[in-house]
């Protein structure tokens, strides 16, 4: 998450749930769809996304003919932070916040970690404060 910007695989699945949260309750939509409308998404990306998503328990797949993706929790209990932290992981936003410590030579007396985390955690709580209900209004037009 370096300068705020999220992993291309947390934009695609945000946007994945925001599709499915359109969709008629019980009916659904395959990779094939969801590629589409995602505006072209390989789909070898998007399986590797809606499993990821699954076994966080936020959709259900259903194999076979007539099978595809469905929501699993109701939007309005799926927070935006906490989502958000769950896909991107422990990603380091600044090199002294990888799990080697990096190589920065000025980690002694340094500050500016403890400043970021703390602009991180509040970026995370500000995010908190929103479902996935909340981020969209009426059908999204899909372009």
Do not use: W
């Amino acid at each position: 998450m370096h300068d705020m910007k999220l992993l291309a695989s947390t934009d695609f699945a945000l946007r994945t749930l925001m599709v499915l949260t359109n969709e008629p309750p019980g009916r659904p939509l395959n990779v094939e769809a969801m590629a589409y409308k995602l505006g072209g998404l390989s789909r070898n990306h998007l399986h590797k996304i809606v499993q990821e998503l699954a076994s966080l328990g936020l959709v259900h797949t259903i194999r076979g003919a007539g099978g595809g993706m469905t929501l699993a929790v109701a939007p309005k209990k799926i927070r935006v932070g906490t989502l958000i932290r769950q896909l991107e992981g422990d990603q380091p936003v600044v090199e002294c916040f990888r799990n080697d410590g990096g190589c920065c030579t000025l980690a002694a007396g340094c500050q500016l970690r403890g400043f970021i985390r703390i602009a991180r955690e509040s970026f995370y709580r500000s995010l908190d404060a929103h479902t996935l209900a909340d981020c969209f209004q009426g059908d999204i037009q899909l372009s």
